[in-house]
T-cell receptor
Framework: DAKTTQPTSMDCAEGRAANLPCNHS???????VYWYRQIHSQGPQYIIH???NNETNEMASLIITEDRKSSTLILPHATLRDTAVYYC????????????FGKGMKLTVNP | DAMVIQNPRYQVTQFGKPVTLSCSQT?????MYWYQQKSSQAPKLLFH???????NEADTPDNFQSRRPNTSFCFLDIRSPGLGDAAMYLC????????????FGPGTRLLVL
Protein backbone atom coordinates (compact mmCIF):
# COMPACT_ATOMS: atom_id res chain seq x y z
CA ASP A 1 0.00 0.00 0.00
CA ALA A 2 1.01 3.56 -0.64
CA LYS A 3 2.45 5.34 2.37
CA THR A 4 1.06 8.75 1.54
CA THR A 5 -2.30 10.50 1.65
CA GLN A 6 -3.34 13.38 -0.56
CA PRO A 7 -6.58 15.27 -1.16
CA THR A 8 -8.57 13.85 -4.03
CA SER A 9 -8.61 17.06 -6.00
CA MET A 10 -7.79 20.75 -5.97
CA ASP A 11 -8.48 23.74 -8.16
CA CYS A 12 -6.14 26.64 -8.79
CA ALA A 13 -6.40 29.83 -10.81
CA GLU A 14 -3.99 30.28 -13.67
CA GLY A 15 -1.00 32.38 -12.68
CA ARG A 16 -1.43 31.75 -8.98
CA ALA A 17 0.69 29.49 -6.82
CA ALA A 18 -0.58 25.94 -6.42
CA ASN A 19 0.22 24.34 -3.06
CA LEU A 20 -0.25 20.58 -3.10
CA PRO A 21 -0.18 18.90 0.33
CA CYS A 22 0.87 15.37 1.17
CA ASN A 23 0.89 13.45 4.43
CA HIS A 24 3.46 10.71 5.04
CA SER A 25 3.34 10.24 8.80
CA UNK A 26 5.00 6.81 8.75
CA UNK A 27 8.00 7.82 6.69
CA UNK A 28 11.28 6.26 7.74
CA UNK A 29 14.43 8.23 8.36
CA UNK A 30 16.13 7.14 5.16
CA UNK A 31 13.13 7.44 2.85
CA UNK A 32 12.82 10.25 0.35
CA VAL A 33 9.67 12.04 -0.77
CA TYR A 34 9.15 12.06 -4.54
CA TRP A 35 6.62 13.90 -6.64
CA TYR A 36 5.52 12.82 -10.08
CA ARG A 37 2.68 14.07 -12.20
CA GLN A 38 0.67 12.52 -14.99
CA ILE A 39 -0.95 14.66 -17.62
CA HIS A 40 -3.95 13.04 -19.27
CA SER A 41 -3.02 10.17 -21.61
CA GLN A 42 0.70 10.56 -20.94
CA GLY A 43 3.21 8.70 -18.82
CA PRO A 44 4.13 10.01 -15.37
CA GLN A 45 6.75 12.74 -15.25
CA TYR A 46 9.25 13.28 -12.47
CA ILE A 47 8.99 16.65 -10.73
CA ILE A 48 11.19 16.78 -7.66
CA HIS A 49 12.32 14.84 -4.61
CA UNK A 50 13.77 15.56 -1.18
CA UNK A 51 14.82 14.05 2.13
CA UNK A 52 14.49 16.76 4.77
CA ASN A 53 15.69 20.02 3.30
CA ASN A 54 13.53 22.14 1.08
CA GLU A 55 14.27 21.68 -2.60
CA THR A 56 13.69 23.80 -5.67
CA ASN A 57 14.15 23.19 -9.36
CA GLU A 58 12.87 24.68 -12.58
CA MET A 59 9.49 23.01 -12.18
CA ALA A 60 8.58 23.35 -8.54
CA SER A 61 9.56 23.72 -4.90
CA LEU A 62 9.25 21.06 -2.24
CA ILE A 63 8.74 22.02 1.37
CA ILE A 64 9.15 19.23 3.92
CA THR A 65 8.14 19.77 7.53
CA GLU A 66 10.77 19.43 10.21
CA ASP A 67 9.24 16.20 11.52
CA ARG A 68 9.06 14.94 7.90
CA LYS A 69 5.48 13.78 8.37
CA SER A 70 4.16 15.98 5.62
CA SER A 71 5.26 18.00 2.63
CA THR A 72 3.97 20.54 0.16
CA LEU A 73 4.69 20.76 -3.54
CA ILE A 74 4.54 24.33 -4.78
CA LEU A 75 4.01 25.31 -8.40
CA PRO A 76 4.79 29.03 -8.17
CA HIS A 77 2.83 30.21 -11.22
CA ALA A 78 0.39 27.55 -12.32
CA THR A 79 -0.49 27.32 -16.01
CA LEU A 80 -3.22 25.40 -17.78
CA ARG A 81 -0.60 22.82 -18.78
CA ASP A 82 -0.07 22.00 -15.11
CA THR A 83 -3.48 20.36 -14.98
CA ALA A 84 -2.65 16.76 -14.10
CA VAL A 85 -2.77 14.08 -11.44
CA TYR A 86 0.02 14.65 -8.95
CA TYR A 87 1.49 11.72 -7.06
CA CYS A 88 3.36 12.06 -3.80
CA UNK A 89 5.47 8.94 -3.26
CA UNK A 90 7.66 7.77 -0.44
CA UNK A 91 10.41 5.86 -2.08
CA UNK A 92 10.58 2.23 -1.06
CA UNK A 93 14.14 1.42 -0.23
CA UNK A 94 15.75 -1.74 -1.49
CA UNK A 95 17.24 -3.26 -4.55
CA UNK A 96 14.24 -2.73 -6.77
CA UNK A 97 13.92 0.98 -6.06
CA UNK A 98 10.36 0.68 -7.19
CA UNK A 99 7.74 3.40 -7.11
CA UNK A 100 4.50 2.65 -5.31
CA PHE A 101 1.89 5.08 -6.58
CA GLY A 102 -1.01 6.12 -4.40
CA LYS A 103 -4.25 7.51 -5.73
CA GLY A 104 -2.75 10.93 -6.35
CA MET A 105 -4.46 14.28 -6.47
CA LYS A 106 -6.09 15.84 -9.51
CA LEU A 107 -5.04 19.48 -9.90
CA THR A 108 -7.18 21.53 -12.22
CA VAL A 109 -5.82 24.91 -13.25
CA ASN A 110 -8.62 27.20 -14.34
CA PRO A 111 -8.33 30.19 -16.67
CA ASP B 1 16.60 13.52 -27.70
CA ALA B 2 17.09 10.54 -25.44
CA MET B 3 13.79 9.01 -24.58
CA VAL B 4 11.55 6.06 -23.82
CA ILE B 5 9.51 4.92 -26.80
CA GLN B 6 6.45 2.74 -26.77
CA ASN B 7 4.78 1.37 -29.85
CA PRO B 8 2.07 1.22 -30.72
CA ARG B 9 0.26 3.87 -28.70
CA TYR B 10 -2.98 1.92 -29.08
CA GLN B 11 -3.32 -1.84 -29.42
CA VAL B 12 -6.47 -3.82 -29.97
CA THR B 13 -6.52 -7.56 -29.39
CA GLN B 14 -9.09 -10.29 -29.04
CA PHE B 15 -9.99 -12.12 -25.89
CA GLY B 16 -7.45 -14.92 -25.44
CA LYS B 17 -5.22 -13.88 -28.34
CA PRO B 18 -1.59 -13.35 -27.30
CA VAL B 19 -0.32 -9.82 -27.63
CA THR B 20 3.09 -8.21 -27.27
CA LEU B 21 3.79 -4.62 -26.32
CA SER B 22 7.18 -3.11 -26.98
CA CYS B 23 9.36 -0.53 -25.31
CA SER B 24 12.68 0.87 -26.38
CA GLN B 25 15.00 3.40 -24.80
CA THR B 26 17.86 5.56 -25.97
CA UNK B 27 18.95 6.46 -22.43
CA UNK B 28 21.17 3.39 -22.01
CA UNK B 29 19.61 2.80 -18.62
CA UNK B 30 20.18 -0.42 -16.72
CA UNK B 31 16.64 -0.83 -15.41
CA MET B 32 13.42 -1.16 -17.36
CA TYR B 33 10.02 -1.37 -15.71
CA TRP B 34 6.52 -2.30 -16.83
CA TYR B 35 3.51 -0.78 -15.09
CA GLN B 36 -0.18 -1.44 -15.60
CA GLN B 37 -2.60 1.44 -15.17
CA LYS B 38 -6.30 0.72 -15.29
CA SER B 39 -8.83 3.45 -15.84
CA SER B 40 -8.87 6.05 -13.06
CA GLN B 41 -6.30 4.11 -11.05
CA ALA B 42 -2.66 4.67 -10.23
CA PRO B 43 0.12 2.86 -12.11
CA LYS B 44 0.97 -0.53 -10.62
CA LEU B 45 4.34 -2.18 -11.12
CA LEU B 46 4.21 -5.57 -12.84
CA PHE B 47 7.92 -6.37 -13.04
CA HIS B 48 11.29 -4.93 -13.91
CA UNK B 49 14.64 -5.89 -15.32
CA UNK B 50 17.91 -4.84 -13.78
CA UNK B 51 20.18 -5.52 -16.73
CA UNK B 52 19.24 -9.13 -17.50
CA UNK B 53 17.92 -9.93 -14.04
CA UNK B 54 14.15 -10.27 -14.07
CA UNK B 55 12.21 -9.21 -10.96
CA ASN B 56 8.55 -10.13 -10.80
CA GLU B 57 6.12 -8.49 -8.39
CA ALA B 58 4.46 -11.04 -6.14
CA ASP B 59 0.95 -10.27 -7.31
CA THR B 60 1.63 -10.10 -11.04
CA PRO B 61 -0.49 -12.75 -12.79
CA ASP B 62 1.30 -15.55 -14.63
CA ASN B 63 -0.47 -14.38 -17.77
CA PHE B 64 2.06 -11.56 -17.96
CA GLN B 65 5.59 -12.24 -19.12
CA SER B 66 8.48 -10.07 -20.18
CA ARG B 67 11.58 -10.29 -22.31
CA ARG B 68 14.61 -8.05 -22.54
CA PRO B 69 16.78 -9.16 -25.44
CA ASN B 70 19.22 -6.28 -25.06
CA THR B 71 19.73 -3.04 -23.13
CA SER B 72 17.53 -1.00 -25.41
CA PHE B 73 14.43 -3.15 -25.76
CA CYS B 74 11.93 -4.70 -23.41
CA PHE B 75 8.71 -6.52 -24.29
CA LEU B 76 5.54 -7.25 -22.37
CA ASP B 77 3.79 -10.44 -23.43
CA ILE B 78 0.22 -11.15 -22.40
CA ARG B 79 -0.38 -14.80 -23.15
CA SER B 80 -4.15 -14.90 -22.97
CA PRO B 81 -5.61 -11.43 -22.56
CA GLY B 82 -8.85 -11.15 -20.66
CA LEU B 83 -11.26 -8.26 -20.58
CA GLY B 84 -9.77 -7.25 -17.25
CA ASP B 85 -6.37 -6.72 -18.84
CA ALA B 86 -7.57 -3.72 -20.78
CA ALA B 87 -5.42 -0.90 -19.46
CA MET B 88 -2.63 1.54 -20.18
CA TYR B 89 0.74 -0.17 -20.05
CA LEU B 90 3.61 2.08 -19.12
CA CYS B 91 7.29 1.40 -19.64
CA UNK B 92 9.86 3.23 -17.56
CA UNK B 93 13.63 3.24 -17.22
CA UNK B 94 16.18 4.30 -14.65
CA UNK B 95 19.92 4.09 -14.21
CA UNK B 96 19.51 1.73 -11.27
CA UNK B 97 21.48 3.94 -8.96
CA UNK B 98 19.92 4.50 -5.56
CA UNK B 99 17.08 6.99 -5.66
CA UNK B 100 17.50 7.77 -9.33
CA UNK B 101 14.34 8.96 -11.02
CA UNK B 102 12.33 6.91 -13.44
CA UNK B 103 11.62 8.08 -16.95
CA PHE B 104 8.32 6.98 -18.40
CA GLY B 105 7.23 6.38 -21.94
CA PRO B 106 3.87 7.62 -23.26
CA GLY B 107 2.23 4.26 -22.70
CA THR B 108 0.33 1.78 -24.85
CA ARG B 109 -3.41 1.60 -24.34
CA LEU B 110 -4.61 -1.98 -24.75
CA LEU B 111 -8.17 -2.76 -25.68
CA VAL B 112 -9.42 -6.34 -25.42
CA LEU B 113 -12.46 -7.25 -27.48
Amino acid sequence: DAKTTQPTSMDCAEGRAANLPCNHSTISGNEYVYWYRQIHSQGPQYIIHGLKNNETNEMASLIITEDRKSSTLILPHATLRDTAVYYCIVRVQGGSEKLVFGKGMKLTVNP
Amino acid sequence: DAMVIQNPRYQVTQFGKPVTLSCSQTLNHNVMYWYQQKSSQAPKLLFHYYDKDFNNEADTPDNFQSRRPNTSFCFLDIRSPGLGDAAMYLCATSTGLVRETQYFGPGTRLLVL
